[in-house]
Nanobody, 121 residues
């Protein structure tokens, strides 16, 4: 029904930057919240940043002032700009979207496949 395609992960040196993208497609009526989560090796998945349909944002304390979430409503795409990266930011980053599907307007939560970000020291 709804698919997410993530891109932008990779290997970067400490102090560098990356921008992740996540495009939603399919039977979308409207998208509510878009978000990024991450899961580091041996740790639980945690919220990194969220953005609502009106552009309100929320960040994990550990990434404030380093990461910025934004969205292009027309393209159903969410971005995560990451700067001043540290090795502890190494993780698989997952896109998460809460959307209403067409016709039924059922609220659906969808996860992306994840994109690996590796920060070398």
């Amino acid at each position: 029904q709804v698919q997410l395609v993530e891109s932008g992960g990779g290997l970067v040196q400490a102090g560098g930057y990356l921008r992740l993208s996540c495009a939603a497609s399919g039977s979308i009526d409207s998208i509510n919240t878009m978000a990024w989560y991450r899961q580091a090796p041996g740790k639980q998945r945690e919220m990194v940043a969220t953005i609502t349909s009106i552009g309100s944002t929320n960040y994990a304390d550990s990434v404030k002032d380093r990461f910025a979430i934004s969205r292009d409503t027309a393209k159903n795409t969410v971005y995560l700009q990451m700067s001043s990266l540290k090795p502890e930011h190494t993780a698989v980053y997952y896109c998460n979207v809460k959307t209403r599907v067409r016709v039924t307007l059922r609220l659906l939560e969808v996860w992306g496949q994840g994109t690996l970000v590796t920060v070398s020291s």
